[in-house]
């Protein structure tokens, strides 16, 4: 199990976990019975096809819904509402375009109440991000890299002990989503924090994650469980990468087409 280096996030369990959502009186499964635990520090990332619950599993995690069977346990606590320990981080950077970067990455502090005796964090994770110098900048001035950059560096700024991403990079061009990817590593390093990252992308999976979770068809479960244990840097081309990527492959039924 590869871990962060200064480990401080928290430890997840998921106990016989089940969801449905009821569309019109017509219910429809979206999780079956999914059993996880995942230690503090830990990178999870989850691939599976399109529609079968990836999202709605973050939410859970994030607490912005309930389970309708089973459990989702934080360092043993279980979860019943969102909490600024644990962040949400979209695909789209979802950023405010009336407020400026500053005023956008300060917001989770700001709501908090806390903006005035921690404003100095701000600057911190801006500088993390490699957004210095662009604190006066409005969304609209910002490359679709840097857009992501000020929504990790929002996320980053409550210091989150479980960061989710839900397909944080997939808008981005091919040269930016490899360096995004490197950034993103540093930061998980840096803040130890347990992340999961639903994405669509095998080779995405392989070099973030230190354990991959492939989810079946809906109503999701885990069909296999990868764990990576390769050092950082990890080499896309290297003969242990491509092993690894064969056998996701093979547990989506996409090998043939490879």
Not at 75 to 98: C, G, K, M, N
Request: aromatic fraction near 6%; charged fraction near 20%.
């Amino acid at each position: 199990m590869v871990t962060s280096v200064a480990t401080r996030g928290a430890s997840v369990q998921l106990i016989a976990l089940r969801h449905h959502f009821d569309l019109h009186g017509q219910v429809l499964p979206v999780l079956a019975q999914i059993d996880l635990g995942v230690a503090p520090g830990e990178f999870v990332a989850l691939l599976g096809p399109s529609g079968c619950g990836k999202s709605t599993l973050l939410r859970l995690l994030a607490g912005l819904e309930r389970p309708c069977a089973g459990s989702v346990l934080i360092d043993e606590h279980p979860v019943a509402a969102p909490d600024p320990s644990r962040i949400l981080v979209f695909q789209d950077p979802t950023l405010y375009p009336w407020r400026t970067v500053r005023r956008n990455v300060a917001l989770g502090l700001e709501t908090r109440g806390l903006l005035r005796s921690m404003g100095s964090r701000v600057d911190q994770v801006l500088h993390q991000v490699g957004l210095d110098g662009f604190d006066k900048a409005y969304p609209h001035q910002l490359s679709g890299g840097m857009a992501q950059r000020a929504a990790l560096a929002r996320a980053l700024v409550n210091d989150p002990t479980v960061l989710l991403m839900d397909e944080p990079l997939a808008n981005l061009d091919g040269l930016t989503r490899i360096s995004m990817q490197e950034e993103l590593i540093t930061l998980w390093k840096q803040q130890g924090f347990t992340a999961f990252m639903v994405t669509h992308d095998i080779d995405e999976a392989l070099y973030l994650a230190g354990r991959v979770l492939v989810l079946s068809q809906r109503p999701a479960r885990i069909m296999a469980e990868i764990t990576v244990d390769l050092p950082y840097p990890r080499h896309r081309g290297s003969a242990a990468f491509a092993a690894l990527r064969r056998r996701v492959l093979i547990e989506l039924g996409l090998q043939e087409h490879w």
